[in-house]
């Protein structure tokens, strides 16, 4: 049993926050008083062994994570999110697991949690940077809207539980991320080719052994970009075959590429116009920047990276834009929190600013179980 300090007590405090409990729940699971937990947590009382376990099983971590000072932690063995790599590491805890994600380097806005040591069984080992009781508040969020980075950026500026960390994933990719337990949530924008249905179909094919639960981020426009000299050539899918039209295309999965593969289709044309692009890319930003910078003519994006590269746009589609949570995440306190900014007037409006229809923002539109 390590020593009590302050810093531990905090951890307690800071545990029991982030799991939304108050004193009077954490005494009931862990069999204490109230005014047990308030003397440990206050740093007036040291917890016996037997207490320091029910506390530790009352908040779903060990004893070294609420009491263990950060030099005794021993390198953590993680899954990890892509093919281990050496160096900087977020980590995160999902479903009683560790889960590692390599620091790339348009990353290095994020500081790191550890150190990606070697490989260990399959298994990222992974050098701690940072206390395991401070990583395990960390909550992922993956997917490809930009609105995603601002509600990471207004939860991380603000007190209260959770540190937000948002991963730039393709909406299939998320959702898969989502059904391995590679992350807390998954955003997601994918029409159903057969009913026209927004992301439930998606979402049930997944398997998910408990009920997903979709919750509006927003509504958006998703259609061409191009370049102000070539708004009259191209103004519509219509256009996509032109001679010599260098089209941008999206991976397998993404949202804007099922778009793109749809118009195309429903012109008449080659299906290989959508398939084989004169450029592929990996985000609505990355379909911009290469239109802005001459690299290809036009691709799919949404409408607000137009806006950041000042391009025009030829609206394709209205799509609803989803969080998928596993139903018992939201009892978590750091989701609950998120939830809360999500319907807030101001990140409202800043989505607005983005050409976002928020007005469903926090709407739970369905419950999906596996097929």
């Known amino acids: 049993m390590c020593v009590m300090t302050d810093r531990a007590a905090n951890r307690v405090r800071e545990r029991r926050e982030a799991r939304g409990l108050s004193q009077v729940a954490l005494a009931e699971r862990a069999r204490l008083t109230r005014q047990s937990v308030g003397a440990i947590e206050a740093g007036r009382a ?10 530790a099983s009352a908040l779903d971590c060990s004893v070294e994570v609420l ?19 050496l160096g900087r590491a977020a980590v995160a805890r999902i479903a009683d697991r560790w889960v590692s994600y390599p620091l790339e380097q348009d990353a290095v806005r994020v500081a790191a949690d550890g150190i990606v040591t070697g490989e260990r069984r399959g298994r990222a080992v992974v050098e701690p940077l940072r206390a395991l009781a401070e990583v395990e508040e960390n909550v992922v969020v993956m997917g490809c809207a930009a609105g995603l980075g601002l509600l990471a950026d207004r939860l991380n500026t603000r007190p209260g539980p959770g540190r937000f960390l948002w991963f730039h994933r393709s909406s299939t990719a998320a959702l898969q991320a989502l059904a391995r337990q590679r992350t807390h949530v998954a955003g997601v924008h994918l ?12 979402v049930r094919r997944l398997g998910h052994a408990e009920p997903i639960v979709l919750i509006t981020l927003a509504r ?32 397998a999965g993404a949202g804007a590429q099922r778009l793109l593969e749809r118009e195309v289709r429903g012109q008449g044309l080659p299906l290989e116009l959508a398939r084989k692009p004169h450029l592929r890319v990996a985000g609505h930003l990355d379909v911009a920047r290469a239109v802005a910078m001459g690299a290809t003519d036009t691709g799919v994006a949404t409408r607000d990276a137009a806006m950041a590269f000042g391009l025009g746009f030829v609206p394709l589609a209205e799509e609803r834009y989803d969080l998928a949570v596993p139903r018992e995440g939201l009892d978590d306190g750091r989701v609950q929190r998120l939830l809360d ?31």
């Open 341 to 371: 900014v999500l319907v807030s007037g101001e990140f409202r409006r800043e989505l607005s600013a983005l050409a976002y229809d928020a007005r469903q923002a926090g709407e739970r539109v369905a419950e999906v179980r596996a097929a």
């Open 46 to 55: 040291t917890p016996a062994v037997d207490v320091a376990l029910r506390l």
């Open 191 to 202: 029409v159903d080719a057969r009913t026209g249905e927004a992301n439930v179909a998606d």
């Open 67 to 85: 009491f263990g000072e950060p030099s005794a932690v021993a390198d953590l063995a993680t899954e990890t999110d892509a093919p281990a790599a």
């Open 220 to 251: 958006w426009e998703a259609g061409l970009l191009v370049r102000r000299e070539d708004a009259g050539r191209i103004r519509g899918a219509a256009d996509l075959d032109l001679p010599g039209l260098r089209l941008a295309g999206r991976e």
